[in-house]
């Protein structure tokens, strides 16, 4: 086999590269992975010069949000333009690869809803554990706290959110979850340790502006519950990309999005 061959295969790419995965990664999570590392790094200095960093960037926010205003869900807009630009940019290297799309399935029936339902759940309460336990989260558990869950209180609070928010949170929870369970799914089985351990550790990169506990959470926890769900039992992306993108509107705990607030 010649190198054109390699690149630009004749039939259909069943399994993505090395070069593949590297090139694929620095498109859709290079900016984010150097913008979180930077982030997460200006929380670690001295007390006075974050003080100082801290000042700048509230006033610059400030700034920001004033020109903004104007415009419903402008918070939402330049990740949402930029994300669409670099999948964009991904579908075309894999129609240049030739990829196999139809490998990674897509689809909606029956199933979708009850798997979906139970993913959400699952996550939900792991993430309201999890959060308690590992960045001193608000414990939910107590007496009081469950007293306040009202199960229609979903729908006002799906309601509120700006017409650009969902699109966003929806496209976000694709664009991860494509290349998380999707692409990186399709390299040859014999390397999915080190495919898994990488992938871990890419999702957990882009997610250190949160805290580093936050993003081991999201990078390990819910990496693997998404892995295992998507491979082992639920066989469909869009599952998972649904429970993905819930988590992007209103967090991942499940009784506070239960709750009324």
């Known amino acids: 086999m010649n190198i054109r061959d390699i690149?630009?295969?004749?039939?259909?790419t069943k399994n993505l590269?090395?070069?593949d995965v590297v090139i694929i990664t620095l498109i859709l999570f290079g900016k984010f992975i150097v913008i979180s590392t930077q982030?997460?790094?200006d929380t670690l200095k001295p007390a006075v010069e974050a003080a100082a960093t801290a000042v700048t960037e509230v006033a610059?926010?400030?700034?920001e949000a004033t020109t903004e205003v104007s415009s419903e869900g402008a918070a939402y807009s330049s990740n949402l333009s930029f994300q669409a630009k670099m999948l964009a940019i991904v579908f075309i290297y894999l129609f240049i690869r030739n990829f196999d799309f139809k490998q990674i399935p897509f689809k909606l029936n029956l199933k979708v809803i009850p798997q979906y339902l139970v993913l959400f759940i699952?996550?939900?309460?792991?993430?309201?554990?999890?959060y308690m336990i590992f960045d001193n989260g608000y414990n939910y558990f107590t007496a009081e706290s469950l007293s306040h869950i009202d199960l229609t209180s979903v729908i006002p609070k799906f309601t509120a959110l700006s017409g650009v928010a969902i699109i966003y949170s929806l496209l976000n929870a694709f664009y991860e979850e494509f290349y998380f369970l999707g692409l990186l799914g399709t390299v040859n089985q014999k390397y999915k340790?080190?495919?898994?351990?990488?992938?871990?550790i890419i999702r957990t990169s882009f997610h250190t502006y949160q805290g580093m506990a936050s993003a081991l959470i999201i990078g390990i926890f819910f990496g693997l519950l998404?892995?295992?769900?998507?491979?082992?039992?639920i066989k469909n992306l869009l599952p998972v990309v649904l429970v993905?993108?819930?988590?992007?509107?209103f967090g991942s705990g499940l009784i506070y999005i239960l709750q009324r607030w």
């Open 244 to 249: 993905h993108s819930m988590a992007d509107m």
């Open 193 to 200: 340790w080190p495919v898994l351990v990488f992938s871990t």
């Open 17 to 19: 590269r090395w070069f």
């Open 226 to 233: 998404y892995y295992v769900a998507y491979r082992k039992f």
């Open 122 to 130: 699952i996550m939900g309460l792991s993430a309201d554990i999890l």
């Open 7 to 12: 690149i630009l295969p004749r039939e259909k």
């Open 60 to 63: 610059t926010e400030v700034a």
């Open 39 to 41: 982030m997460y790094l």
